[in-house]
């Protein structure tokens, strides 16, 4: 952001870097409390309920009121858990997430991390979360939790190779993994969702899968597992790792923004509305989309789950990246960029 | 087949999200119970000629009633001294307005009990007399 990463180090500099890390944390915050907030008022709304409504007007206040009573909660460590793995478990889970929101662009000048490989850093480093969830799951000392860190990890590992793949044919159609050059691809020819579709809706089920939610949220299978990985968590522990979660949608909602929608392209050349008003109704639209499906799926079988993933995503992930590569050497995509 | 079922789900779903709510408003607006509800009982110590009916029919015994002769010398009978009905045991069965002879116990529609002490569920011939809203139809 503003050229700081090319100079020299300053405290200066350090100082702005951390300001504006924290400033990120907020509108990060204030997503992810009316993601909850909207999260439950759709889902009510679709079951005929009102959802949220006592908790200051309209309820807007019910996920202050949530965090606030987790925040104020006795912060429980049983007994016979591993106790560096349970205390470090929820921050190892949560730094990767907050981390990969740096190279996401969000206008022409909003961005705060113009890496060269920022797909790359993107895949590489949410894996890492799912390292979290696996020390938390086993350090609990907990048979509910081992499955849920289990599964989670069966899953996320699964998932994880359609969904990078599906990044591929994006990635080979720009010959950039720089997420401002995929957006001004895209700028200069059509969105990617039309020559990617095939990439795209893997894109959307792996990312779901990735995201943990349902119809994929085997990992913390109320009626099975009780609630899978953080079953020993409380408190403040808790609620990092809820707060994970919905830093990987924002992330993860972003990110299809940026790679398929065209980030912050205005359609139909409407132009005079700015870009960052774009980039923020895709957003909302493909976060509306992950309340919408966990409204209306049932959850997934696990044997259902892995086969799926091995035998139908990958396959077609592997095709669509084999498909775009031939046309793009045919030269047919490349009339469209 | 090809996901035409997910669609479908998908567009049920949405169109839910536009429909009338099912659920009420309960404590900020209140619930219209439908006629012959079994509510809290109504008493009118006036029409009570003391015959221990209800008292006598009651399956749970939260009746306790008391008479006393009628202060007018030259009327025979008995007048209602206290009467008290303990909604801790009171199941709201109907049974004692359905024996009472001249309609002096009534149910109405209201039936909030909830409180902070069990020693408010007492409620005696007062409280009974001035809980006179919301009267079962056939009995105002």
Not at chain 1, 187 to 213: K, M, S, Y
Not at chain 1, 270 to 291: R, S, T
Request: charged letters at 15%.
């Amino acid at each position: 952001m503003f050229g700081i990463l090319e100079q020299d180090f300053s405290w200066l500099n350090l100082l702005i870097m951390i300001s504006v890390a924290v400033a990120v944390m907020g509108v990060v915050l204030l997503f992810v409390v009316y993601a909850i907030y909207f999260e439950r008022k759709i889902v009510g709304w679709i079951q005929l309920r009102r959802g949220p409504n006592r908790v200051g007007p309209w309820g807007l206040f019910q996920t202050v009121a949530d965090v606030l009573k987790l925040l104020i909660k006795e912060d429980v460590v049983p007994t016979k858990v591993d106790r560096l793995l349970f205390l470090i478990a929820p921050i190892i889970a949560y730094t990767p997430s907050f981390a990969i929101i740096a190279v996401i662009p969000y206008t022409e000048s909003l961005y705060f991390a113009d890496v060269n490989v920022g797909l790359l850093y993107y895949g590489a480093l949410s894996s890492i979360t799912i390292t979290g969830i696996m020390l938390g799951g086993w350090a609990s000392n907990n048979k509910y939790a081992i499955m849920g860190g289990m599964r989670s990890v069966a899953q996320m590992v699964s998932y994880e190779v359609p969904l990078i793949m599906s990044f591929l044919g994006v990635v080979l159609m720009t010959g950039s993994l720089n997420m401002r050059e995929i957006v001004q691809a895209q700028q200069d020819g059509v969105w990617f969702i039309f020559p990617q579709f095939l990439g795209f809706i893997i894109f959307l089920i792996a990312g779901n899968a990735e995201l943990n939610r349902t119809p994929f949220d085997l990992p913390e299978a109320e009626n099975e597992l009780v609630a899978g990985y953080f079953v020993e968590y409380s408190g403040f522990r808790f609620a990092f790792f809820m707060l994970t979660e919905y830093v990987y949608m924002f992330a993860m909602a972003s990110l299809m923004t940026v790679l398929f929608f065209g980030g912050w392209d205005a359609p139909f050349g409407l132009d005079f509305i700015p870009g960052i008003v774009w980039f923020f109704l895709k957003f909302l639209m493909l976060v509306f989309w992950l309340f919408w499906i966990r409204a209306t799926f049932p959850r997934v079988r696990t044997d259902q789950l892995m086969g799926f993933a091995w035998k139908v995503l990958i396959p077609l992930a592997l095709f669509n990246v084999m498909l775009t590569a031939l046309l793009h050497t045919l030269g047919i995509y490349s009339g469209v960029n | 087949m090809w996901g035409i079922g997910l669609l479908k789900g998908l567009g049920f779903t949405f169109k839910m999200l536009f429909q009338p709510k099912v659920t009420t408003k309960y404590p900020d607006e209140p619930i219209e119970m439908p006629n012959r509800f079994r509510g809290i009982q109504h008493f009118e110590p006036e029409k009570c000629i003391v015959c221990n009916q209800c008292a006598r029919i009651c399956p749970t015994g939260c009746i306790t009633l008391v008479g006393k002769p009628n202060p007018d010398p030259e009327k025979k009978g008995k007048v209602i001294d206290t009467y008290d009905i303990n909604f801790e045991l009171c199941i709201l069965c109907d049974l004692c307005t359905e024996v009472c002879p001249t309609e002096a116990v009534v149910m109405s529609n209201n039936w909030e009990l909830a409180t902070y002490s069990r020693d408010n569920l007492l409620k005696d011939l007062k409280w009974l007399d001035e809980n006179n809203t919301n009267i079962r139809e056939e009995n105002v």
